[in-house]
C-alpha cells in the first residue's frame, strides 16, 4: 500500500496551508496563520485524530519557520522539527487509513480517559498498532498481566515491554486522575500508586529525537517537536523555551516537557484552567512529588475560618511544625485551619551559599557587590523571555535559579492541590521564595472557572520580579495581595539583582504597576533582613 504524504506551502503572507494525503480516503486540509496556534480544519476523517493534526500542523508551522526564523541556527531547529513532524505525521495517518472495526476499551496514556482504541490491520510479524477515539494518539496494549489499558506506542515499535500510566507511575492511578479532595491534607493519599511499578527498569532507547520519556501522559514523544513548533510560531521562542512556551499555550506542558511554561519570572498560564484538578494536573503534580521528594503539605492546627497556606522560602526555619509561622498567623487568622507546604528542601540547602546567616553567606559581602557590579555593566546581555539568561557562569547548578524554578513548579503543583478541593476560598501566605510560590499559585488558580477563590495573599518578601502585568495575580482575589516590602532586606537588595541580570525583586520596591487590590507596604523600618519579616511585621486586615 502506498504511503501518505504531508505538504505545506504558504498561501499569502504569512497564511499557510498544509495537506496530508492517506494511501485511500479523503485528504485532510489546514489552514492558518503562521502564528496560529492551532489551524482550522474539518474534524472529519483524519481531523478525527487530534495526535495526527497536532504533528501536521508543526510541520507546517516548522516549515514556514526553517525559512522564517531570523538565523542559521534556529532555521536548522526548525528543519529537524519539521522532518520528525513529517514523519509521525505520514505515520500516524499510513495507521488511520487502515483502521479494523476490532476495538478494545481501556484508559489511554496519552489523554488519560477511558475510550475505545481501534486495532490498525497489520500484516503477519508486524506488531500490533491501536489509535485511540479519543485523542488519536498511536496506542498498543499494557503488558502487566491482567491490565486492561493502553500504553503509547513509539513510530519505531521498540522492543521493549510497553506499560499503560499507571504500571510506569507516571500518574497514581487512571481512575482517581481527576478525583477530589475532601481536605488539602488528604493529598497523600491522592498520591498513592494504585498499581505496582512494573517499567522500573525498563530501557527508553531510540529517543533522542524526541526529547520526551516515551509514555508520559499528555507528553508523549513527539511534544517537543509541536511544543517547538508553537512556541517559535506564536511567541518567538527558541529551543527548549519554545517547547515550553507551546505546550503550556496548548495545555499540554508538563516537567518531563521541561515545561509548565515559566516566562521570566511571570508565567503562560492561559492553557493549564483546564489541567487543574484533572488528570493532566495529576499527571504534572506526580512528576513533580518524584522530583521532590521533600514535597509535603502539614496540617498545622484546625479550624472554622477560611483555611491558610503557608510557605516557606529562603532562610526559613525547615523541619516540621510553625516554625516561624505560629505568632503572624494565628494573630490574624486566629479561628482558621492553617496548613504548611513543605518543598524544595536541597534546592534551600544549597542556597546556603548565597545566604547564610542572613547576609552573603559563604560568597561573602564583597563578592555580591562584584557580581552585581558585573550585572549592571552587562547591559547588552539580551534576556531571553522564556529562559533569562544569567550572569551565573553555570545556569544548571547556580543554586538559586534551581531553586526559584521549584518555587514555581511548586506553585503550579499547589494550585492544583487547591482546585481539587471543596473550599471556596484560601488564604496564601509565603516568604521569599515561598511567596514566588503562592504568586504562581494565584495566577494559576485563576486560570480555571470555578476553582477556589483567594481571600487574600500576604506576601513577604517575595524574591519575584517587580515589573509585570499583575492584573493575572489579583483577578481570583477577593480581598487583596498584601505585598511587604524591604529596602533593607540585603538577599533582595543584592543577590536577587545580581542573580537575575540586574532585575529587581517586588520583595525590595514593591509592585509595579499597581493594580487594584494590590497593596505594597514598605516595611524597610522594621526589616533590615532576609529572615526578619515574621517576628516583626503584622499582616494587613482590611476590615480595621
Known amino acids: 500500500m502506498a504511503s501518505s504524504k504531508v505538504v505545506s506551502r504558504v498561501l499569502n503572507g504569512d497564511r499557510l496551508e498544509c495537506v496530508v494525503t492517506p494511501p485511500k480516503g479523503e485528504p485532510l486540509i489546514m489552514a492558518g496563520a503562521a502564528t496560529d496556534p492551532i489551524p482550522q480544519f474539518e474534524k472529519t476523517g483524519l481531523g478525527t485524530h487530534g495526535f495526527l493534526v ?3 500542523w508543526a510541520y507546517a508551522l516548522s516549515r514556514y519557520q526553517a525559512v522564517d526564523l531570523p538565523d542559521r541556527e534556529q532555521q536548522k531547529n526548525a528543519e529537524k522539527r519539521a522532518e520528525e513532524a ?26 488519560i480517559e477511558q475510550h475505545g482504541h481501534r486495532k490498525v490491520r497489520r500484516s503477519v510479524g508486524q506488531l500490533p498498532a491501536y489509535l485511540c477515539n479519543g485523542c488519536g494518539t498511536p496506542t498498543w496494549s499494557c503488558s502487566g498481566i491482567g491490565c486492561k489499558n493502553m500504553a ?11 506499560y499503560c500510566a499507571e504500571h510506569r507511575h507516571d500518574i497514581p492511578g487512571f481512575a482517581k486522575a481527576d478525583g477530589k479532595l475532601a481536605a488539602l491534607n488528604e493529598y497523600a493519599e491522592f498520591l498513592t500508586y494504585d498499581k505496582p511499578n512494573l517499567a522500573r527498569t525498563a530501557k527508553a532507547v531510540g529517543l533522542a529525537g524526541a526529547g520526551v520519556a516515551l509514555a508520559t501522559p499528555l507528553a508523549y514523544y513527539g511534544a517537543s517537536v509541536i511544543g517547538g513548533a508553537v512556541g517559535a510560531a ?3 521562542f527558541s529551543g527548549a523555551a519554545a517547547s515550553s512556551f507551546g505546550l503550556a499555550l496548548l495545555g499540554g506542558g508538563s516537567l518531563a516537557a521541561g515545561g509548565l511554561g515559566m516566562v521570566g519570572g511571570t508565567y503562560v498560564v492561559a492553557g493549564l484552567g483546564a489541567a487543574l ?11 513533580y512529588v518524584r522530583q521532590d521528594k521533600s514535597f509535603h503539605i502539614e496540617m498545622l492546627k484546625g479550624g472554622t475560618g477560611i483555611p491558610v497556606v503557608v510557605c516557606n522560602g529562603f532562610l ?4 516540621k511544625g510553625w516554625g516561624e509561622w505560629k505568632d503572624i498567623v494565628t494573630r490574624r487568622y486566629p479561628d482558621s485551619p492553617v496548613y504548611r507546604v513543605h518543598w524544595g528542601a536541597r534546592e534551600l540547602r544549597h542556597l546556603a551559599l548565597l545566604g547564610g546567616g542572613g547576609a552573603a553567606g559563604y560568597l561573602g559581602m564583597a563578592a555580591v557587590k562584584n557580581v552585581a557590579v558585573k550585572a549592571a555593566k552587562s547591559a547588552a546581555l539580551k534576556v531571553n523571555a522564556v529562559a533569562p539568561a544569567l550572569v551565573a557562569a553555570d545556569l544548571a547548578k547556580n543554586p538559586w535559579h534551581v531553586a526559584k524554578n521549584r518555587a514555581d513548579k511548586t506553585g503550579v503543583v499547589l494550585a492544583d492541590l487547591l482546585a481539587r478541593t471543596d473550599e471556596d476560598s484560601y488564604v496564601l501566605i509565603g516568604h521569599s521564595l515561598g511567596a514566588r510560590a503562592m504568586v504562581v499559585a494565584a495566577q494559576t488558580l485563576g486560570t480555571k472557572p470555578g476553582a477556589p477563590r483567594v481571600h487574600a495573599a500576604h506576601l513577604l518578601g517575595p524574591a519575584i520580579g517587580a515589573k509585570s502585568d499583575w492584573n493575572s495575580l489579583t483577578a481570583t482575589v477577593d480581598d487583596a495581595v498584601y505585598n511587604y516590602h524591604s529596602k533593607n532586606d540585603p538577599i533582595l537588595k543584592l543577590v536577587y539583582p545580581a542573580a537575575q541580570g540586574g532585575q529587581i525583586p517586588a520583595g525590595f520596591s514593591g509592585f509595579v504597576p499597581v493594580v487594584d487590590r494590590l497593596k505594597n ?3 524597610s523600618g522594621l526589616v533590615k533582613s532576609h529572615h526578619g519579616y515574621h517576628s516583626h511585621v503584622r499582616l494587613e486586615d482590611a476590615s480595621l
Do not use: F
Open 54 to 56: 497536532d504533528h501536521a
Open 86 to 111: 513529517r514523519r509521525v505525521t505520514e505515520w500516524v495517518a499510513d495507521l488511520a487509513a487502515d483502521l479494523s472495526d476490532e476495538q478494545k476499551l481501556g484508559w489511554c496514556s496519552a489523554c
Open 152 to 162: 503509547v506506542r513509539d513510530r519505531a515499535a521498540l522492543k521493549m515491554q510497553p
Open 234 to 236: 506564536v511567541g518567538g
Open 277 to 287: 484538578g484533572g488528570s493532566l494536573g495529576a499527571s504534572i503534580m506526580n512528576a
Open 316 to 319: 526559613s526555619e525547615s523541619g
Open 521 to 523: 507596604i514598605d516595611v
